[in-house]
């Protein structure tokens, strides 16, 4: 096993065990559905864990090449996978009897979204620290639009904005990967 396939099997654990949360509890949702209300943040927050994912997933294959695997690389594949299985299972209530989620999700958003923000801050300063210098195409399409909503969400408790915010996390995200090329 090449150092970078043992890199990528765990990161690819860590971030699977997410998926599979999100999954489940896609699952549960729907199982659960006439006695939830579901709402928007919580599957738009699911959504943006699996797209994401995908993200990290094709990130960490086009360096496959270039990667060097030390500590501090799988530190920081911890510090960008590790709050994704945190949203996957605190997003959704233990008890969703009679419930809604957006309400659950609006109490607990602080966390959830600095979560995001661990994550993503993670991956930026690891980016950053192999080379990655952005244009200013990138920083205008990517990073401020980002960041933006990220802050914005995590000290504005308004379920609207949540419900865009999220939407918007997870249309970027989507487009992000849906335009990735290896380069």
Known sequence: MSAFEFFFTFYSLIMGLAVANAAGGFGAMWRD???????????????????????????????????????????????????????????????????????????????????VIVSRLTALLMNLSDGYQPDLSGLATSLVPQWTVLITLLFWRNLRAHQIGLALLAAHTLWRVAVWSPS
């Not at 994401?52 to 086009?62: K, Y």
């Not at 496959?64 to 501090?72: D, R």
């Not at 109490?107 to 959830?112: E, F, G, N, P, V």
């Open 33 to 115: 559905r006439h006695d939830l209300r579901i709402g928007w943040c919580v599957p738009l927050l699911s959504a943006l864990i699996l797209f994401s994912a995908v993200g990290v997933w094709l990130a960490a294959w086009s360096d496959a090449e270039t990667q060097v695997i030390n500590q501090i690389q799988l530190f920081a594949a911890l510090g960008v996978a590790v709050p994704y299985v945190f949203i996957s299972v605190a997003m959704f209530p233990r008890d969703a009897s009679g419930g809604r989620l957006d309400a659950h999700y609006l109490s607990h958003s602080r966390s959830l979204i600095g979560a």
